[in-house]
Nanobody, 125 residues
Framework: QVQLVESGGGLVQAGGSLRLSCAAS???????????MGWFRQAPRKEREFVAA????????YYADSVKGRFTISRDNAKNTVYLQMNGLSPEDTAVYYC???????????????WGQGTQVTVSS
């Protein structure tokens, strides 16, 4: 079983930046269960959507079109942590951000077997 704990959310003005962190525990960080790690978000009254993901090596990354060029996902296997650097934030980025981990690469929620509790990101105009 993998436990994921997000941090780094908060309130920021439009145009600002935040860095989210997700710490994994419960299994060896390099295990198959966390081969693929990513971020999803859910805005009020909207479906949860894919944001970004990365493979274990960090060599392959995936982004939603809406965040491409503004967000960067990375991971530090030595620290058991995956990060989401968010720049150029806009009010449309306001959402609860969830960390997720899975054994296979994918952008669907069903591809991820472990989930964190989420961290709120609010961007004011």
């Amino acid at each position: 079983q993998v436990q994921l704990v997000e941090s780094g959310g908060g309130l920021v003005q439009a145009g600002g930046s935040l860095r989210l962190s997700c710490a994994a525990s419960g299994r060896t960080f390099s295990s198959y269960a966390i081969y693929f790690m990513g971020w999803f978000r859910q805005a009020p009254r909207k479906e949860r959507e894919f944001v970004a993901a990365t493979t274990r090596s960090g060599g392959t990354t995936y982004y939603a079109d809406s965040v491409k060029g503004r967000f960067t996902i990375s991971r530090d296997n030595a620290k058991n942590t995956v990060y989401l650097q968010m720049n150029g934030l806009s009010p449309e980025d306001t959402a609860v951000y969830y960390c997720a981990a899975g054994a296979v690469a994918g952008k669907d929620q069903a591809d991820f077997g472990s989930w964190g509790q989420g961290t709120q990101v609010t961007v004011s105009s």
